[in-house]
């Protein structure tokens, strides 16, 4: 486990990263960005790189979070903001835990634009839950707040339930929707990158509008599944001012998206190739 220094505020940022190849990739890609913001808003900051209770039932190292009170570094502070160690969080990012205040719970829904896949396959993942009482709605618990009311919910999740689609999110949701009164997170800050641009399109315009609005960009499923949204983020959110950023908004208005849709789309296709077999092969 990293060791959080002698806890210095109330609220502690936690990640779970898990594996030489995970860590390298959240370390040049993740990090920096997640740094940046707990500096900003003067929280602490742990890592959780080693399996806290192994379990019979699963192994993926996303059910670890569920027992996060279960460190002594995280249990001594009121509130805990969780992130997948797979989300960029922009320069202009807000407070969470500003927004939200003291609930017990705060996650973001799992369809905040209305994608029919979502809609038509997120019932789906309470299939193992109790039946009677299942939300109409699915949370995304790669990014949530939460305090120690809602522990035994949490590890209840862990100890009840074995490894199935989306890992802990179909059990999670059920028992937080269920428990003590929490609040929605604002999309904001879990804003789902594949979701996005399948609600609204690829052109350059709609990711550029997705990083305007979004305080936390979750790549979910991997980011190679949403290139070439990420390096774009990184660039124009590290180079502000540069002359490229100025002209990639130039071209980033909606009466330049039938060029620039294609145009993204392509870009995409290449930089898949040479992630999934170039970069592979010479990786050997």
């Known amino acids: 486990m990293k060791k959080a220094p002698e806890k210095a505020t109330e609220n502690i940022f936690v990640t779970t990263v898990m594996g030489e190849k995970y860590t390298r990739i959240y370390n040049e890609t993740f990090r920096p960005s997640q740094e940046r913001f707990i500096q900003k808003i003067g929280a602490d900051f742990y890592i959780i790189d080693d399996i806290i209770e192994r379990s019979p039932n699963h192994s993926h190292p996303s059910w670890q979070k569920m027992l996060m009170f279960r460190l002594p570094e995280i249990a001594s502070h ?44 997120d019932p789906k ?40 689609p989306c890992y802990d999110n179909g059990p999670a949701s059920y028992h937080l929707l269920n428990g003590p009164k929490g609040k929605i997170l604002p999309s904001e800050f879990n804003t789902l990158v594949l979701a996005y641009l399948m609600a609204y399109g690829r052109g350059l315009s709609v990711m550029l509008r ?29 180079h502000p001012d540069s002359l490229l950023t100025r002209m990639i908004f130039f ?10 849709e294609p145009l993204m789309r392509a870009i995409a296709k290449v930089m898949t190739v040479y992630a999934y077999h170039i970069k592979r092969r010479f990786a050997r």
């Not at 939300?135 to 862990?158: D, H, Q």
């Not at 071209?251 to 620039?260: A, E, L, Q, S």
């Open 78 to 121: 009121k509130r805990a903001l969780f992130v997948d160690a797979d989300v960029y969080i922009t320069r202009h990012a807000r407070n969470p835990f500003e927004v939200v205040g003291d609930v017990p719970w705060s996650v973001a829904d799992n369809n905040a634009y209305g994608v029919k896949y979502f809609a038509d396959n």
């Open 210 to 238: 997705m990083y305007k609005e979004a305080s936390f960009l979750h790549f979910a499923g991997g980011p190679t599944k949403s290139l070439p949204m990420l390096p774009l983020v990184r660039y124009i959110d590290t």
């Open 125 to 164: 993942l309470y299939a193992h839950c109790p039946p009677n009482n299942r939300p109409s709605m699915m949370l995304n618990l790669g990014v949530y707040i939460v305090t120690e009311e809602s522990r035994s919910a949490l590890e209840k999740v862990f100890y009840d339930y074995k490894e199935q």
């Open 251 to 260: 071209f980033g208005k909606p009466k330049y998206d039938r060029i620039t």
